[in-house]
């Protein structure tokens, strides 16, 4: 089974500032790993995705993502923020073959001006 | 540009009270999904179809059950209502990876979400 543990519901960050989103997770077998954006009121749409090409990954909005196989992590940054960040963040795993994702717990990211 | 579509929006429903939230696509997409939503949970899903007559459990299908009679549709039906079901529920579709009919993208298109309150 694998799982998705995101370290802290909340972040917030300045204008401008660094944003750095953290993603652990377990697989038994080499996992795909994605991660989704939710604004409010609104469905998840894909940010990027890592399907075992490529370690860093880059998304839309200028978010990228490294796949760290030692840490068993799919952090995701981007080096300076914008108000229109603020939403909330997913991170999820799957199986290479498999057809279902399981979410993490959502990180909430504040923008401060 | 419809893409996935969820309805109704927002339901207040009684306990013990039944109901279907509907949900189409216009992609064509083979997979399909329902998840619900709680706050700080994350997303977990209730069921799950790879094709038109397939359905199958996902984490948390008590209480709940699918249809699959069309690729286009695929209704979460709630039978009994209970409190424990009030959440936000998304309905999504996945195209298939080229070339591979048993296997989607990865990608999930999302709608835009039934929030549902049980009393």
């Known amino acids: 089974a694998q799982s998705v543990t995101q370290l802290g519901s909340h972040v917030s960050v300045s204008e401008g500032a660094l944003v750095l989103l953290r993603c652990n997770y377990s697989s038994s077998v080499p996992p795909y790993l994605f991660w989704y954006v939710q604004y409010p009121n609104q469905g998840l749409q894909l940010l990027l995705k890592?399907?075992?090409?490529?370690?860093l990954v880059k998304g839309i909005n200028g978010f990228e993502a490294e796949f760290k196989k030692s840490e068993t992590s799919f952090h995701l940054t981007k080096p300076s923020a914008h108000m229109s960040d603020a939403a909330e963040y997913f991170c999820a795993v799957r199986r290479a073959a498999g057809n279902k994702l399981t979410f993490g717990g959502g990180t909430r990211v504040l923008v401060k001006p | 540009n419809a893409g996935v579509t969820q309805t109704p929006k927002f339901r207040i429903l009684k306990i013990g009270q039944s109901m279907t939230l509907q949900c189409t696509q216009d992609m064509n997409h083979n997979y399909m999904y329902w998840y619900r939503q709680d706050p700080g949970m994350g997303l977990k899903l209730i069921y799950y179809s790879v094709g038109a007559g397939i359905t199958d459990k996902g984490e948390v299908p008590n209480g709940y059950n699918v249809s699959r009679s069309t690729t286009e549709d695929f209704p979460l039906r709630l039978e009994l209502a209970a409190p424990s079901q009030t959440s936000v529920y998304f309905c999504?579709?996945?195209?298939?990876?080229?070339?591979?009919?048993?296997?989607?993208?990865?990608?999930?298109?999302f709608g835009e979400g039934s929030r549902l309150t049980v009393l």
């Open positions: 999504a579709s996945s195209p298939s990876r080229s070339g591979i009919t048993n296997q989607n993208t990865g990608e999930l298109f």
């Open positions: 890592y399907t075992s090409a490529a370690t």
